[in-house]
């Protein structure tokens, strides 16, 4: 079982987590305010729920700030609807976002999920379009250099890589990659590809197509 940070300012929500994930084994711990999340808590955490709208430091400026600390997975909490506000947090690190109010049969799938890809243990390694993945150690690397993905992105990535020339929908990539049905999570596929590409971009290399009105594919050699 994790260990689970959860950040928000609203009590009644908090308890509701924390008796939600609890009942599924997991350890939880409640902070109410982003400027309370410190280095000890990326270090212990295994999946970090963020608030976005907090008094002081907004789930933004958080999410931004332990990217530089921790690798786990990040999912936003968060009641703003807009795709623009989605796409910020994403851009920043975030790994995944539930819009408020939801349901908490779809958090705890959510957090199972990603907990599963972090903890799975593949054996092997691929080499695709120039990009090597170490299955096991869920990294890729491009000329021997570490290609810098969060956990969402590597997993959209292996995902594309390990079936390369099929073509997915943004919803197909998206249950394949954390296996939970992605209908409402369109746009954080497109952010994350867009991401991926960015990164990808700086080794000349651009493996990723899209398929127009279907959704994207990894080039086949």
Not at 109 to 138: M, S
Not at 162 to 176: C, I, M, P, V, W
Request: glycine share 8%.
């Amino acid at each position: 079982m994790a260990n689970i940070l959860a950040v928000d300012d609203d009590p009644d929500l908090c308890a509701l987590l924390r008796t939600a994930l609890e009942r599924d084994g997991h350890t939880v711990t409640v902070l109410h305010r982003g400027s309370e999340v410190a280095e000890r808590h990326c270090a212990w955490a295994d999946c970090i729920l963020l608030d976005v709208m907090m008094p002081g430091e907004d789930g933004f400026s958080v999410c931004k700030r332990l990217r530089a600390l921790a690798d786990c997975p990040i999912l936003f909490l968060t009641a703003r609807t807009e795709e623009a506000d989605v796409l910020k947090g994403l851009g920043l690190g975030g790994d995944d976002y539930l819009t408020k109010p939801f349901r908490l049969a779809e958090l705890r799938a959510r957090v199972h999920a990603h907990l599963r890809r972090q903890n799975r243990t593949p054996v092997h390694r691929i080499r695709r379009g120039g990009v090597t993945f170490d299955l096991a150690a869920g990294a890729a690397f491009c000329e021997d250099e570490p290609l810098h993905l969060t956990r969402a992105e590597y997993a959209l990535c292996e995902v594309l890589a390990l079936h390369a020339g099929r073509t997915f929908s943004k919803e197909q990539l998206y249950e394949a990659a954390f296996g939970f049905d992605g209908t409402a999570d369109a746009s954080a596929v497109t952010e994350h590809i867009k991401n991926i590409r960015a990164k990808l971009r700086t080794f000349a290399l651009q493996p990723i197509e899209t398929v127009w009105g279907i959704g994207y594919r990894w080039k086949n050699e």
